[in-house]
Structure formats: C-alpha cells, structure tokens
Nanobody
C-alpha cells in the first residue's frame, strides 16, 4: 500500500524550530519529486518546498525562503522539512506530497498541486506563545 506519513508537528513558540519528517512506504521514493504543502485554517493549501528525486535541486515559496530547508534521504525513503524562525503565520497542517519525476528534467512545477500523485494525511504545527 502506497503511503506517506508525516510526523514531527506540534506546538512551538515564535522564533522556534521544528523538523518535520515524511516516511514513504509501498513505493520507491527516489524516482519521485517530493514536496511540502501547508494549509492554514480558512485558507487554501499552498506549496512551500519541493525537492527533486535525486535531492540535487530544491525550490521554495517566498514566504519560507531562507528559513525552511527541505531535504531527503533516499536510502531511508524519508523527506524532511527543517523549519526555523517560526512565526504564528506558519500555523497550519503540513502535508507531504509525491509526484513521479522519472526521467523528466527537474522543474519546480513537479510540485504543482494539481500534479501530485500521493498525499500524506498531514501533521499539525501551531506557533504560539
């Protein structure tokens, strides 16, 4: 069964850090571009970070650039999101996503919402004092 399972969410104070993890099972993640999305209460789901199947290329939304880092360990079928300098506006449910890259050249469009093949169920992050 194909699954993406997120973990690492929780409550953190403004200015703090969290590291989210995404475990892929039932498929070989190293041919998939992987992304992190988030959905704040009352807002649409937005893509915030994307990484190529090899891990060599990344792309970030302007809102998180310089503070968040996406990485992956293909040997472990894991993807991570390191989040630093968190602000209350980062409060949201964070979702891991996978899109088959295969032989396609890397593009941030591989993490376009409408092209995603698999979604995790999300992990909740609350930034509050």
């Amino acid at each position: 069964q194909l699954q993406l399972v997120e973990s690492g969410g929780g409550l953190v104070q403004p200015g703090g850090s969290l590291r989210l993890s995404c475990a892929a099972s039932g498929f070989t993640a190293d041919v998939y571009a992987m992304g992190w999305f988030r959905q704040a209460p009352g807002k649409e789901r937005e893509g915030i970070a994307c990484i190529s199947s090899s891990g060599d290329s990344t792309n970030y939304a302007d809102s998180v650039k310089g503070r968040f880092t996406i990485s992956r360990d293909n040997a472990k079928n894991m993807v991570y999101l390191q989040m630093n300098s968190l602000e209350p506006e980062a409060t949201a449910v964070y979702y891991c996503a996978a899109n088959l890259q295969g032989l396609r050249v890397w593009s941030s469009q591989l993490c376009n919402y409408y092209g995603i093949d698999y979604w995790g169920k999300g992990t909740s992050v609350t930034v509050s004092s």
